[in-house]
């Protein structure tokens, strides 16, 4: 099949039942990277919602139609591609807007830059456009029309000097860019956990493997120590983490851990896609059901935590006594968007406030991965630790991930990871399988819907490989 060279504004008939839209460059040292994505229009030219962008925290549409597949680098160029699936689109989308955004620096810092569409299913190229820059930060490079019931192409080259988030406004996603400083973050009070009728049993390939199988149930641990400031709490919550503890304690027996101590860490993914488990208050009941693990298993019940998207932010302590402010001054229900980029500080910041427009919206966890090493370095305690991370995925460094948790593998720290249900977990999922290490030290498993696992199995899942890691890890005289 011949390949149309398009000029600015030319379109073509696109007869292929799903597309692959490539995004190409090349950059010398240095250079900004770019990003491909998608926007998914109805009859108005606008999203319905912001479920209908398509880009690397949301990596997949609700519809399956639109995918980002990802980048691959090939002899110094680099290309990032979306999938679209004409014949998958829902009845109400008539147009699909192909995007890029520019992260450190300007388009024009950027050779080579051209957008190429192929046939998914023969990968025979349809069109090439090359397309010119200057200061642009965001790009559309193309886009997919329905027109006399057809799909076709045409090819856009229009730049935004205010990067993706203004690119995005035009066609309807909430943008929160100048966030009102004499509103107060939303205020959470997490409900209680709930007890579905029938326990989900997890895959297979995901369930905690235990030391043993009991004949019968486990016993009941003796009441659960009371922690420095838990008497504090307002009675429901007071209630709730004691009925947590002791599950904690029942997990932990069932593991042949019963009395382990261990220092705990919270890591908290705050990037664009995670915006609506803040908004439900999912977060807010992680954030609740953790204390539980760390007030079972820390000696002062003290839990350090940070939170991540570009950056990583620390945030302060967290002892169960201060469980509702915390959740009201540290976990920003409401205040995420997919956008929160600016130069100008927040105002109205309280005390230990971390400003997370400041914190960006793309996935980087290897930066706080090595926030939490340094610590664990700077800090050490008698104990080893248990880092809890939590993460929606979108995962894509995936290189850097694996070497920082490589190298922490001779380190006293366990990284037990979560995902909460969205999909592109990267290597993350994969770290079981790896070769070369003397000890496995991460965990992985993911929940479609966490605030329906009840506590029991949550607990049973988080701590299934701490126990066995503790073991090797002393045999080999790491802890």
């Known amino acids: 099949m011949t390949s149309t060279s398009m000029s600015k504004g030319a379109n073509l008939p696109v007869d292929a039942g799903a597309v692959h839209v490539v995004l190409g460059w090349s950059g010398r040292s240095g250079a900004p990277d770019a990003d491909a994505s998608a926007l998914l229009l109805g009859a108005g030219g606008r999203v319905r919602d912001d479920g209908d962008f398509v880009f690397y925290n949301q990596p997949q549409h609700a519809s399956r139609a639109v995918r980002h597949l990802g980048k691959r680098q090939d ?93 995005a406004t035009d066609f309807g996603i909430s943008v929160d860019e100048e966030p009102d ?43 659960p120590r009371l922690t420095k400031g838990e008497e504090q709490l307002p009675l429901d919550m007071r209630k709730r983490l004691s009925l947590r503890k002791e599950q904690v304690a029942v997990s932990l027996k069932k593991h042949g851990a019963a009395g382990v101590r261990a220092r705990v860490i919270l890591v908290l993914d705050a990037s664009g896609s995670m915006s609506g488990l803040y908004y439900k208050g999912v977060v807010a009941d992680v954030v609740e059901r953790m204390v539980a693990v760390a007030a079972e298993l820390d000696d002062d019940g003290v839990m350090q935590a940070w939170t991540f998207a570009s950056h990583a932010a620390r945030l302060p302590d967290l002892s169960p006594g201060e469980l509702p402010e915390w959740l009201e001054l540290h976990v920003r229900v409401g205040e995420l968007t997919l956008f929160r980029r600016s130069k100008k500080p927040r105002k109205g910041l309280r005390p230990g406030q971390v400003d997370m427009r400041a914190v960006g919206i793309q996935n980087e966890e290897q930066k706080v991965i090595a926030e939490v090493r340094a610590y664990v370095r700077e800090h050490p305690a008698a104990d080893p630790t248990l880092v809890l991370f939590f993460s929606d995925g979108g995962v894509y460094r995936n290189k850097e991930i694996e070497k920082e948790l490589r190298e922490a593998v001779e380190e006293p720290v366990f990284w037990q990871f979560v995902g909460l249900g969205r999909s592109n977990y990267g290597v993350l999922e994969r770290f079981d399988e790896l070769p070369g290490r003397r000890v496995d030290n991460v965990g992985f498993f993911a929940v479609d819907d966490i605030a329906g696992l009840p506590d029991p199995e949550l607990y049973d899942r988080l701590l299934s490989q701490f126990p066995a890691w503790v073991t090797a890890a002393r045999q080999l005289g790491i802890v």
Do not use: H
């Open 181 to 223: 400083a004499a509103v107060a973050p939303a205020t959470v009070v997490p409900a209680a956990a709930p007890t579905p009728t029938a326990t989900t049993t997890p895959p297979a390939a995901s369930r905690p493997t235990l030391a043993s199988t009991p004949a019968a149930p486990v016993p009941a641990p003796q009441s």
């Open 75 to 167: 002899a110094g160029a680099t290309t990032d591609t979306v999938e679209v699936d004409l014949r998958a689109l829902e009845p109400d989308i008539e147009r699909v807007v192909l995007c890029a955004s520019a992260d450190g620096g300007t388009f024009g810092e950027l050779s080579g830059l051209t957008l190429r569409l192929l046939d998914a299913g023969t990968r025979d190229e349809l069109a090439y456009f090359e397309m010119e820059a200057t200061t642009e930060t965001a790009f559309i490079g193309g886009e997919l029309y329905l027109r006399g019931g057809r799909w076709k192409f045409r090819a856009v080259g229009q730049g935004y000097a205010s990067g993706l988030a203004g690119l």
